[in-house]
């Protein structure tokens, strides 16, 4: 593998406009795409046999299993634990026989997360892991290696990895509800298609708001504070949005499910912290719009990140509105990282970062 920067000013957005190739290659994995079905030998784990599923990871990862966890819900009908790893280790949780564990990891190497795995394996669970490095100790001490096949990944701020080990537990998620008889096969056919067509989208997409997002990105930088919001699976990517901008641009941000707002956050609100929102016209999007009225009443400005459906169903004045394509409920978080990912790298370019490796960040922790 010969890792270089190519025609990019940076590692992080080589790898932002490398996930239509890795993704589809990771996706490939998992997916029969001449057959349109989840190839679900590729699970070793029996999801049949479960009545729970441990999930645990760090940073990035963390929010990828947090996703994850709605779609096992939803779709699998099977219920899921998940905690940060540095957590997992010491909650002394109970492990019943039926459930099995599963860590989420780019590297392979963090302490907690290893820890949380070991302590799982020692309580007789199976083990299974999502990892980009094939040859890492939890790739070793697992029982099955579910591979992110995103290439080497430089950039401290995880972006590649993050959208292949969506697409791995999306892909997870569909095996389960398989086997586990929960998902129809029409339903299984039209989530596989959602799958396939997502490398397309995603050079679609970035080509689309690339201009749209640095213009809006000079005007972020000037702020200090950032609020993200969403609900359901745009939770987590609200949490993944404040977390990018934070680690590589310095504005603090806080990510919050959007109906926590009036418990807290809203009293921050004023013309000085703007709030990305993102919400794609899915189940939850007439709550967001509510949560999207207060902020404006309060002078808040907001930054709407949605789809079609979405933005021609709201009048609100908003600062910025970025806008997806109409995609099937499953694929949504996969494609919607690409706004939050550009909207933290452009503005750390403008703030002058070192966007590959910010201040008192590493790339893999490997200490507790
Ligand atoms: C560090 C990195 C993050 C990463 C996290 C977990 O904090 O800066 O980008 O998400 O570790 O790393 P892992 O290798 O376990 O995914």
Known sequence: ???????????????????????????????????????????????????RLAMSACGTA??????????????????????????????????????????????????????????????GLTIGTVVNVRGSTMARESDAVFPTLAGPEIGVASTKAFTCQLSVLAALALIAGRTRGTLSAEEEARSVQALVEVPRLFNEILTAIQPQIETLSRELSRFKDVLYLGRG??????????????????IHAEGYAAGELKHGPIALIDETMPVIVIAPHDRYYEKTVSNMQEVAARGGQIILITDEKGAAATTLDTMATIVLPVVNEIVAPILFALPVQLIAYHTAVFMGTDVDQPRNLAKSVTVE
């Not at 019943?96 to 590297?107: D, N, V, W, Y």
């Not at 987590?236 to 680690?247: I, Q, S, T």
């Open 62 to 123: 963390y929010y990828a299993g947090l996703i994850g966890k709605y779609w096992f819900e939803r779709v699998a009908r099977l219920p899921v634990e998940i905690d940060v790893a540095s957590e997992f280790r010491y909650r002394e949780m109970p492990l019943p026989g039926r459930m099995a564990a599963l860590f989420i990891s780019q590297s392979g190497e963090t302490a907690d997360t290893l820890a949380s795995l070991r302590y799982c394996r020692d309580s």
């Open 233 to 250: 699976t745009n939770f987590p990517l609200a949490l993944e949005g404040a977390l990018k901008l934070k680690e590589i641009s310095y």
């Open 1 to 51: 593998y010969v890792v270089d920067k190519g025609n990019h000013r940076h590692f992080m957005e080589k790898e932002i406009y490398e996930q239509a190739e890795v993704v589809s290659h990771t996706l490939s994995h998992y997916i029969d795409f001449a057959e349109g079905r989840v190839k679900a030998d590729a699970a070793q784990i029996d999801f049949a046999a479960l009545d």
